[in-house]
């Protein structure tokens, strides 16, 4: 289990917004929670690009953030679901404008990135 090693700087409130949301995939998660993909299969298919490990490690932080609740049926094969908290709901807003500002700057944005990729020597186009 990650034990961390720094204590974290909740001064403000960027700060507390990075504690919480910072992971590759979070914002994700919880576009596509709300969106109704609750079990984790759902949610890996809609990533594929993440692993299981990695997801589920990041679904468990947002569950401690108290922005995602977890249901566990009694059946066999167990089943789980995640589903969003009146608190994670209110994020759902804040992510739409984020991507909207993205999608507006789509164009600048894909240029400075490939720019960054090529020059430090991070090739995606090819086929490994």
Avoid at 38 to 55: D, E, F, H, M, T
Avoid at 64 to 75: A, G, M, N, Q
Avoid at 113 to 126: A, M, P
Wanted: charged share 25%.
């Amino acid at each position: 289990m990650y034990v961390r090693k720094t204590t974290p700087n909740l001064n403000c409130g960027l700060d507390l917004l990075g504690e919480v949301l910072y992971g590759k995939w979070k914002l994700r998660l919880l576009w596509f929670i709300n969106e109704g993909h609750q079990r984790p299969s759902q949610l890996q298919r809609k990533i594929p690009g993440a692993a299981r490990r990695v997801l589920n490690i990041q679904l468990k932080e947002l569950e401690d953030h108290e922005l995602v609740t977890r249901k566990i049926y009694p059946v066999v094969p167990p089943k789980v679901e995640y589903s969003l908290t009146e608190l994670g709901k209110t994020l759902i807003p804040v992510i739409a404008v984020l991507g909207q500002w993205a999608d507006t700057h789509e164009d600048h944005l894909r240029n400075v990135i490939s720019k960054q990729t090529v020059s430090s020597g991070v090739d995606d186009t090819s086929d490994q």
